[in-house]
């Protein structure tokens, strides 16, 4: 404690004459809820907690009861959580340490990003030596004292057990519920709704973790189960979508790596990319709109933070759609870069621009000559001659394996705001190998038949991709058309009496 002496000079030092110790207001707890967390981005800062808690199977679950959507789970087997470590998890920054590589550093994630959408917060853990445990936090209750509820241990054990198949010996199961997007959904619409946000979340989870998803032993499936039967009525395996998987580079020497001298970072590795022009895969157009995803992608520990931007180096313009640039923050600290507690961008200092004007490549080539690199591919490819265009078709939906999905999404143009096409075994009369449901766009498979692609498998809800990606390409044309004309009706009859044949000729075998 300083003694204050008043002087007619500045003073460089703050005066002080004691201490209070101000904890927050129980209300704090609502700003909580106005975070801007994305839905998708909230589920990955929730897998993000499963990746630091050692997890390999991570399944995100919305459980639906008829028409209406009740809750969301985020279910793990990793190392899983004591009495102890719960109470830590479930209080605002009250993790103090983190291991080297985990995502998380601020101890607010799991709190923000799941009271940005859910007015109830559940978690249940096990680990290998301690019980099922689990703790609840009602925006209502927090709101006003802070209050958490212990939840039941045996219904802490039941909904362990329910998940058995992911959790074994030890995991976590948190749940949402009181979903305030689920409340939106209207009587009817819960199916277009889940295909959305589903879709959404694959590509979401698919590039910020496509570093995760890319290894060996490590999986994040997004499920849809009707919470009375526990039928699962989707399912998918989220694929990685790599913002540098090109198969060819869009100008040869690419990519390059340059090397950044900044103060306060030290020589910053940055790996520099001109993707080809024109490119069709989703990795580079079903990311986000173009101008948004040129510039710098950052990782920290492996996982994505910040997907595109120049973070104030210069101004996002369409000659550089083609320019993006992979950097991974220096493990230790540094007084350059910060992450933002979303997880979801970068702020540098002026020491970061400073120090692209001066990073080269191995062989003396200035990040400056990338830039106008990437501007003139660009350029080039603009003065060439339009390319063929494929047809635009509707989205491919349920039923089709998302690896199959994703192929179909690289290859052809989709139409915006169009319901997919959908694939569902059904009984039909033995004649007949599928029907159309155009009104619903759902493409009904006879069920007699189903064995004949399964190869003595047990059949699945993604199965046969062989025979359904053919009648999706063959039926996408029929669903777009007002009207069915006769020639339509003749070819799905013909189509019909080929494959009835070719299944029994499959089945006599």
Wanted: hydrophobic share 35%; aromatic share 8%; charged share 25%.
């Amino acid at each position: 404690m300083m003694a204050y002496t008043p002087s007619a000079d500045w003073q460089f030092e703050i005066p002080t004459s004691g201490s209070k110790r101000l904890p927050p207001a129980a209300r704090y707890v609502e700003s909580l809820t106005h975070q801007g967390y994305g839905f998708e981005a909230a589920i990955a800062d929730l897998v993000d907690n499963s990746i630091d808690a050692g997890a390999r199977n991570v399944v995100v679950s919305f459980l639906r009861d008829s028409d209406r959507l009740v809750s969301l789970l985020v279910i793990d087997d990793g190392h899983g959580m004591n009495d102890e470590a719960l109470d830590t998890a479930m209080t605002v920054g009250g993790r103090e340490g983190y291991a080297a590589t985990a995502l998380g550093h601020f101890g607010a994630g799991l709190k923000a990003a799941s009271l940005s959408h859910s007015q109830s917060l559940t978690v249940v853990s096990r680990t290998k030596r301690s019980p099922a445990a689990g703790r609840r936090w009602l925006t209502s209750h927090a709101q006003a004292d802070f209050t958490c509820d212990i939840v039941d241990p045996a219904y802490c054990r039941e909904l362990v057990d329910r998940y058995d198949g992911v959790i074994e010996w030890q995991g976590t199961v948190v749940r949402w519920d009181q979903v305030r997007a689920f409340e939106t959904v209207t009587s009817g619409q819960a199916d277009r709704f889940l295909n959305d946000a589903i879709e959404k979340l694959e590509t979401h989870l698919g590039l910020y973790l496509h570093r995760f998803l890319a290894r060996e032993g490590f999986h994040v499936d997004i499920v849809v189960q009707d919470v009375r039967t526990r039928e699962e009525l989707d399912h998918r395996g989220v694929e990685p979508i790599d913002p540098f998987g090109y198969r060819i580079p869009g100008r040869s020497g690419y990519p390059r790596t340059y090397t950044a001298p900044i103060e306060g970072a030290g020589d910053v590795s940055m790996t520099a990319h001109i993707w080809p022009a024109k490119s069709p895969l989703v990795s580079y157009r079903g990311i986000g709109p173009l101008a948004e995803r040129q510039g710098f992608y950052i990782y920290r520990h492996d996982r994505l933070v910040q997907a595109g931007g120049w973070n104030g180096t210069r101004s996002a313009e369409s000659h550089l759609a083609l320019a993006r640039i992979a950097i991974d923050l220096p493990s230790g600290p540094n007084d350059v870069f910060s992450l933002t507690v979303k997880k979801d961008g970068v702020t540098v200092t002026p020491a970061f621009a400073r120090g692209l004007e001066k990073a080269t490549d191995g062989g003396g080539h200035s990040f400056g000559s990338y830039v106008q690199e990437a501007e003139s591919t660009y350029r080039e490819a603009a003065r060439r001659a339009t390319e063929p265009q494929r047809k635009s078709v509707l989205p491919a939906g349920k039923g089709l394996d998302p690896k199959l999905r994703r192929t179909l999404r690289d290859e052809l143009p989709e139409l915006d705001g169009e319901d997919p096409i959908t694939f569902r075994w059904d009984a039909l009369p033995s004649e007949v190998f599928f029907e159309l449901d155009r009104d619903e766009r759902v493409v009904k498979l006879n069920k007699e038949y189903r064995h004949a692609f399964n190869g003595g498998r047990r059949g699945g809800l993604n199965d046969a991709p062989v025979v359904k990606s053919m009648l999706y390409l063959m039926v996408n044309d029929i669903f777009q058309k007002e009207r069915v004309r006769a020639v339509h009706t003749d070819n799905v009859a013909l189509w019909n009496s080929v494959l009835v044949t070719a299944a029994r000729c499959e089945l006599a075998r």
